[in-house]
């Protein structure tokens, strides 16, 4: 069995949880009970296996009581980005037919207007504080047992919605096994994970990004289910993530490529001030990384990064440090040696090496089996072709079946009929050394029907302006084929992008297209 409460029984009092620099630090122990109490609460509600709940909650002590809560009772666990507006919350809500909301109060502003247009049926809970209109969920807990047994657990399972950056965000469901929490039927997948990074009861983990999102929180909760002790920062700094490597002899940790770029941009001394020799192993997804990044953090921390592409929806790809090296730019092949599918716009195989084409992964054999996308029939339609389904991200294999990734369908340019994937171009521009971020889109132009333009932010002290701007332009042209560079470039004050690193180019595209077509692809 893998569930935290098998770990409490054999070793109540190890960490499961330390929050920031030892701040806060939750047993095996403690997890299990208040865990175990949560969900008694949830089925005092109604809830019964297959029902859901949908959390507005930070990096904050209760979190992982309300998803194990969930995931020993056979229930949908719902986190939701607290980035979202309120309106986008409602959606989430609603959408995911949660029959439970539970916020913090740090959101309560945008949790009470969202809460104002939900059905009456659905309950509503604060935690860690109170909100208008809200039951207090501690009073809840305060009156179950410590000793209380929970009859009949079974396995639930996460139901994450897509970032939403090509409009609204879609609910990836996968069917519930029905079987008793824990079962390692049920979690194979989990398992797995941990098989194949090495993981294990002795690891220190290090969860430096939002638990809302699909990786921090299914890796964190994989070590709730090996045994190991996560660590996890209720927001990124770059100097106290690499304190916090010191003290807290972390061993494994997982980064996007800004958080990289981040502690890079650290005074050298300050880099070189910390111990981080028990650090074994450094995962990063989420966002492409262009490749001085990552071989200047190689060079640093030595060959323990490890890359994987992945998504929601399943996946993917995998490649060590010294396998990199070797292919600089590959986000590695199949983790699982599975096959990675190439197609081209009809859905042919392409065979050929480096040649671009949509990537498709091998879903289950039987439809039932697959995942879905919640209540949105013909998006699942589309992301499939057969037992294949693809993320929309375009790309190619070399000879010996290494993947590389050019973009994302949806932020292909179009100029003079040239296809233009954005992606080298901002992998680019974010290399110079007076950039701070950039997003590079395609904007309307009468002639070619779209031009390429940059956006950028600068590095604090870099005056934005016609002189930067040509110097960049040529930064571009002076290694990329013209076609694909910027022919303008605006400056902005800060560019929407979440922890994850992922751009809202969405956002960024409507001051351009206001009006226009391009307003949400």
């Known amino acids: 069995m893998t569930t935290p409460h098998i770990h409490a029984e054999k070793n109540p009092d190890k960490p499961a949880v330390v929050f920031g620099n030892g701040e806060t630090v939750l047993s095996y122990g403690d997890l299990e009970r208040r865990s175990r109490q949560a969900a008694l609460v949830l089925r005092a509600c109604g809830l019964e296996p297959g029902g859901g709940i949908a959390l507005l909650m930070g990096n904050e002590d209760r979190f992982y009581d309300l998803f194990w809560a969930a995931l020993r009772s056979g229930l949908y666990f719902t986190p939701i980005n607290w980035h979202c507006q309120a309106e986008e919350i409602r959606y989430i809500v609603d959408n995911s037919d949660a029959s439970v909301f539970i916020a913090s109060p740090l959101y309560a502003a945008a949790a009470v207007e969202a809460a104002a247009k939900l059905p009456a049926e659905i309950r509503r809970f604060s935690v860690g504080g109170e909100i208008e209109g809200f039951e207090s969920l501690e009073e809840r807990l305060a009156e179950v047992p410590e000793s209380a047994s929970l009859d009949n657990p079974l396995e639930g399972a996460l139901m994450l919605y897509s970032s939403g950056t090509t409009g609204l965000p879609k609910g990836v469901r996968q069917p519930l096994s029905g079987k008793p929490a824990g079962d390692p039927a049920a979690v194979l997948a989990v398992l797995g994970l941990a098989a194949i990074f090495g993981l294990d009861a002795s690891d220190r983990y290090l969860s430096p990004a939002p638990l809302y999102h699909a990786a921090p929180l299914i890796f964190s909760t994989a070590q709730h289910r090996i045994g190991a002790t996560a660590v996890v920062m209720r927001r990124f700094e770059a100097e106290l993530a690499l304190r916090i490597i010191h003290d807290q002899r972390i061993t494994t940790s997982q980064w996007v490529p800004t958080h990289f770029r981040r502690m890079l941009d650290l005074p050298e001394d300050v880099r070189k001030s910390f111990d981080l020799s028990s650090h074994r192993l450094a995962i990063h997804a989420a966002a492409p990384c262009p490749v001085p990044v990552k071989r200047a953090m190689i060079e640093w921390w030595g060959p323990i990064l490890c890359e994987y592409y992945g998504g929601t929806e399943g996946g993917g790809t995998l490649i060590r440090s010294e396998e990199w090296l070797e292919h600089p730019g590959s986000v590695g092949r199949h983790w699982a040696g599975g096959t990675i599918h190439i197609l081209d716009e009809e859905g042919n195989e392409i065979t050929e090496p480096k040649k671009e084409g949509l990537i498709y992964f091998e879903g289950a054999a039987e439809p039932d089996a697959r995942f879905k996308y919640h209540k949105d029939s013909e998006k699942t339609r589309q992301t499939y072709r057969g037992h294949l389904w693809t993320m929309w991200d375009v790309g190619h294999l070399d000879d010996e079946g290494y993947l590389y990734l050019t973009d ?86 800060e560019l929407p992008r979440q922890p994850t690193g992922k751009l809202f180019k969405r956002l960024i595209r409507e001051k351009y297209w206001k009006g226009g077509e391009k307003t949400v692809v």
């Open 408 to 493: 994302r369908q949806h932020n292909m340019i179009i100029s003079g009929g040239v296809n233009i994937y954005p992606q080298e171009a901002e992998n680019l521009l974010s290399t110079h050394p007076k950039v701070d971020d950039v997003a590079v889109i395609g904007v309307p132009n009468a002639e070619m029907g779209e031009e390429v333009k940059g956006v950028v932010l600068p590095k604090p002290g870099m005056q934005p302006g016609p002189e930067l701007e040509r110097e960049l332009i040529e930064f571009c042209r002076e290694r990329l084929a013209h076609f694909k560079c910027p022919r303008s470039i605006d400056f902005a004050q």
